[in-house]
């Protein structure tokens, strides 16, 4: 299919942009209709966050018996869960008609005595986090029954008793807090016989849980008393801007459309601010911020979403938590995992990415004042790195496990790749040229034309070095003693930059496609190397460790594959692994969430793979988003240039599609309609000159139309064709082994 441009100068079409999607779709509150509906059978995950230090996690449909579900609080779980009940039944959970909304999850007891009606319920109960407060609201609604009552799991709490506003619990693992039980409006209750939970007159119409000290919690529980509905509904609002001001997706596919409000949704769950501004990792045990997944997740959740004040403010935040400190071994660099109980600096690529993403919030936002605010941090990062870390070729030197394949057991890693990663390489000439440019804006002339001769350096000694053209492979990693490792790796994807022969990357991406993507996501090793892993957990045969970086899939790779793929023009071969990342968040799993991992072969009997890993993780999440708007719709903006790009790639089941996205101080609107693109920016300060990006690739290899066609020519997902035998099975551990 071939998409034609059709494009405005923006100063031309100020008048001709009102009433485009956001605004269309901000009369509803779209949130409302995106509940999906769970059955005791899917019985699906789901969680919530208060967008500060708290979540809640469980499963729709049973009680919470696994290690991290329920209220958790600045990585402390205060409460494992609840159950509630019409006067003296217990409602079960298997019996309810469940459904996730985006700000609360609902489930209905239907009346056995009159059938399926659900307007004659037996009860209702809707479960709501608020913002930036430690409270949870339970209401329900029981018409036919005089009292309800909530039991509370007392597996991680003890210490009950009676205050003025309600029953007091003391969470073991926060002995100085509380959480507070009470009745929603104020009225009287009675305390269960054994004090776990209180009983009262259904017309009070639920419960609030309350977590502080006792003053919070009595001011906490005063307030939603007061005005309750007021934050309530400010909740709903701020989630549905973020699909209809911010990024509001309207198209002839309502999958499509679901699945990108969802996984936006859930993505933003994840930006709290728990130690300053930042993004969870993910959930429920990465409920902290590291630095390498927080600036691989910035784009898709803060820059394409137009949250470019929180991206300004998680940079800040970050910047001053560097290592600042000359006689450091990791001196400059910023940390790769920051929490409550430490700081850990065990990252060479979380640097580079701090300053890409410094540089790119600028392209998106066109803030030159933040220039001054981030540039001191800039340029410790990159001088440190001069001085101290990298060879004489350019090349930035690492520690086995300092990469994002960084897991480690007993002290060994896993997948060792020091000391000199090919993606380490690429983030480290990224770091540079943004760096330079900063310099430049800065009138830092002297370190802009240092670290612009070092880019130089280093690209010119990487293709010779790295890429082997024979047979298709871009070395994983340089050895401590300059020899090339030979697993077949996704990581070569992300050195593309480097790189000025196009028709070798393009057989790069295909060869990487047929050999590491499977439909359900990107493996980290080749299935035909004999480190690899069929399955992430298999407890029997290894720990899960050891697969971790060597044979499983990680889906926040499939953003680099896609892009590759459509960035040569195989539009419909992407779309086929972006469509299946859609039906997971909508039909699989955690409800409106991509998860960490996936067995990169399926069980016996079975046709898909498990995922595993955390449920929702940043870095899936925010690749998907940022591949559908950088690459699939093409719109890449350059503030600094005053010039933005787009180059959409649609694919043909897509025949309709409108949407908008901020850049700078203004939106830009965005139509697509039979094949052709309509493009209108908005705003008094934006008045830009849109670049249409021609089809095909700079590079010094020429290629003619057929033969370049010839290179895609059939290209398909991996197969499933595992050796005959892998080491990983030598040994059968009864008892299987544990963490």
Not at 694 to 701: A, H
């Amino acid at each position: 299919m071939t998409t034609k441009h059709f494009l405005f100068v923006a100063a031309a079409c100020l008048s001709a942009c009102s009433g485009q999607v956001s605004d269309n779709k901000s009369d509803n509150m779209l949130v409302d209709s995106l509940g999906i509906k769970v059955t005791a059978s899917e019985n699906r995950e789901y969680s919530y966050t208060d967008k500060k230090a708290g979540y809640w996690y469980g499963t729709t449909h049973q009680d919470s018996l696994f290690f991290w579900s329920g209220w958790n609080m600045a990585k402390k779980r205060i409460l494992a869960d609840y159950s509630i009940g019409v006067d003296d039944e217990k409602l079960d959970r298997k019996k309810a008609v469940c459904t996730v909304f985006p700000e609360r999850l609902e489930r209905i007891w239907l009346n056995s005595n009159t059938g399926n009606d659900a307007s004659d319920c037996l009860a209702k109960e809707d479960f709501y986090l608020l913002d930036n407060r430690p409270v949870i609201y339970i209401s329900i609604e029981a018409p036919h029954n005089d009292s309800i009552y909530i039991d509370l799991d007392m597996s991680h709490i003890s210490d009950v008793k009676r205050g003025d506003s309600g029953l007091m619990f003391v969470p073991n693992e926060t002995p100085d807090k509380y959480i507070m039980l009470s009745t929603a409006s104020g009225g009287k209750y009675n305390v269960l016989p054994d004090g776990s939970g209180i009983k009262a007159e259904s017309s009070e119409k639920g419960f609030i849980l309350v977590y502080g000290s006792l003053e919070e919690c009595n001011s906490l529980t005063d307030e939603f008393r007061t005005k309750g509905s007021v934050l309530l509904a400010e909740r709903k609002k701020r989630i549905n801007d973020l699909i209809t001001v911010y990024n509001p997706t309207e198209s002839n596919s309502e999958e499509l459309n679901k699945a990108l409000d969802w996984i936006t949704i859930t993505t933003d769950e994840l930006i709290t601010e728990q130690q300053g501004k930042g993004i969870y990792a993910g959930l429920p045990w990465f409920n902290e911020y590291w630095g390498r997944d927080m600036f691989i997740s910035m784009p898709g959740a803060c820059l394409v979403t137009g949250q470019f004040d929180v991206a300004r403010q998680i940079l800040l935040d970050f910047a001053k938590l560097q290592d600042k400190d000359p006689e450091s071994e990791t001196y400059g660099r910023i940390p790769n995992r920051a929490n409550l109980e430490g700081i850990l600096y065990n990252t060479t690529d979380g640097t580079p990415r701090f300053v890409i993403q410094a540089y790119e919030l600028l392209e998106y936002s066109g803030d030159t004042t933040f220039i001054k605010d981030i540039y001191p941090s800039v340029k410790i990062s990159i001088d440190a790195s001069l001085d101290n870390y990298t060879d004489d070729k350019g090349y930035l030197t690492h520690a086995d496990a300092d990469t994002w394949m960084d897991v480690k057991r007993n002290g060994i890693p896993g997948s060792p790749r020091g000391n000199r990663a090919n993606d380490i390489q690429a983030l480290w000439y990224g770091q540079l040229m943004a760096g330079s440019k900063m310099a430049e804006m800065m009138n830092d002339m002297e370190s802009a034309g240092k670290w612009q001769k070092m880019a130089s350096k280093l690209k010119s000694n990487f293709e010779s070095d790295y890429c082997d053209k024979k047979n298709i492979l871009i070395f994983d990693h340089l050895n401590s003693d300059g020899t090339q490792d030979l697993q077949f790796r996704p990581n070569q994807l992300y050195c593309f930059d480097l790189i000025d022969d196009t028709v070798f990357k393009k057989k790069v991406t295909r060869r990487v496609w047929e050999e590491l993507v499977y439909p359900w996501g990107v493996a980290s090793l080749a299935q035909w190397d004999k480190q690899f892993h069929p399955q992430h957990e298999n407890w029997h045969y290894y720990h899960k460790d050891d697969a971790y970086h060597n044979g499983t899939i990680w889906l926040w790779n499939n953003g680099i594959a896609m892009q590759r793929m459509l960035e040569y023009g195989q539009v419909e071969t992407a779309w086929k692994l972006f469509k299946n990342m859609n039906r997971q968040a909508l039909y699989e799993g955690a409800v409106g969430s991509l998860s960490e991992n996936a067995d990169a072969h399926p069980r016996e009997g079975k046709s898909w793979v498990n995922r595993s890993g955390t449920f929702l993780q940043a870095w899936s999440n925010a690749e998907h988003l940022r591949v559908w708007y950088q690459y699939f719709l093409g719109i890449r903006p350059d503030m600094m240039n005053r010039t933005v790009v787009v180059d959409p790639k649609i694919p043909e089941e897509i025949t309709y599609l409108r949407t908008s996205v901020k850049i700078g101080k203004g939106t830009l609107y965005y139509e697509y309609k039979n094949g052709n693109v309509n493009v209108r920016i908005d705003g008094d300060d934006l008045k830009l000159n849109i670049v249409p990006k021609q089809n095909g690739d700079s590079g010094n290899t020429e290629v003619s139309r057929s033969e370049e066609s010839d290179l895609f020519d059939g290209v398909d997902f991996c197969k499933v064709n595992p050796l005959d035998k892998y080491p990983c099975f030598d040994v059968y551990h009864e008892p299987a082994l544990t963490y």
